[in-house]
Each structure stands twice: as C-alpha cells, then as structure tokens.
C-alpha cells in the first residue's frame, strides 16, 4: 500500500467514522455509505493533508471511489513543482 493510499484510506475513515478495514480501492463513496456532506469533507482534509487541489467536476478525475481518490492525489502529488514544499525555519 503506497504512503498516498495509506493516508487516503485513513482520512475516509475518520471522516466517515467507519473502520479503514472496510475500505477498499474498488469501494466507492456510496458503497461506504458516505453522505455526500461527508465526502466533501474528505476531499478538503485530502487536500488539506497533501496540499493540492482536486479538480471539482474534472472528468479526468474520479472522485466517486476510492482508487479514483488515491489515484488523482498521486497524480496531482507528482505533478506538485518541487519548490512547493513548506519552507523549514532555520
């Protein structure tokens, strides 16, 4: 399981309040019984947790399931410019 899946599985869980053993990358957010409220939310603490923006209706982007979440931050995570990285005080 890659960092990204990882942490997407993990903020669906919380979000939803649901156990991650119950989320697979073949689960969509309706198969989890995500009320669409709840999935917004999940879309912000992803963005939030990886500091990218996920397009809104892109049909390039399946934001429906989760393989579609996890594959549209891995996407946007390597398309991020190098120098986008929080600056560390020193």
Do not use: C, Y
Not at 55 to 78: C, H, I
Request: charged fraction near 30%; charge should be negative; avoid cysteine.
């Amino acid at each position: 399981m890659s960092q990204v899946q990882d942490a997407v599985f993990g903020i669906i869980a919380k979000e939803a309040n649901i156990d991650v053993s119950k989320i697979t990358l073949d689960s969509t957010l309706k198969d989890l019984e995500i009320a669409s409220l709840d999935a917004v939310q999940i879309i912000f603490e992803i963005e939030d947790h990886f500091k990218i923006t996920m397009p809104d209706r892109d049909p390039n982007f399946d934001t429906e399931s989760v393989r579609g979440l996890v594959e549209a931050v891995e996407k946007l995570v390597a398309e991020k410019p190098a120098g986008d990285a929080p600056a560390t005080q020193g």
